[in-house]
């Protein structure tokens, strides 16, 4: 089996300020979902206010806590929204882009 693409929907592909510790452990979870794998706490939890099958990554890093929201599809691993976690919620803003982002993924889906 051929692991899933990882589809980013926002502006360029770069890394957020990431140490490179962190940056090794996020692309080593993000290869884990890419594989088929389903990740649970403390590395990953769901949730169900974005949409089904969205979740965050927890990304600890020297300075900040990260965040990396995303949608698994039968298809591909949908990248939503990275951020500094700097509360126990998720940011109103946050959760608004994801789940914009996540009805722009699946127009273009159906688009094709």
């Keep these: ?7 980013w ?12 510790e962190s940056r090794i452990e996020a692309g080593f979870l993000l290869r884990r ?20 099958n ?3 990554l927890r990304i600890s890093d020297r300075d900040a806590t990260w965040r990396i929201v995303y949608h698994v599809t039968s298809d591909a691993i949908v990248i939503l929204e990275v951020f500094s976690k700097k509360t126990r ?5 946050v959760a608004n882009a994801a789940k914009r982002r996540m009805q722009q993924y699946r127009r273009l889906m ?3």
């Design 33 to 52: 979902l890419q594989n088929g794998e389903i990740l649970g706490l403390p590395a990953s939890r769901p949730l169900p206010t974005i949409g089904s």
């Design 89 to 93: 919620t998720l940011p109103k803003a």
């Design 9 to 20: 929907l926002h502006g360029e592909v770069k890394t957020p300020p990431f140490s490179r």
């Design 54 to 56: 969205c979740h965050e």
């Design 1 to 7: 089996m051929l692991p899933k693409p990882v589809v």
């Design 110 to 112: 159906k688009e094709e």
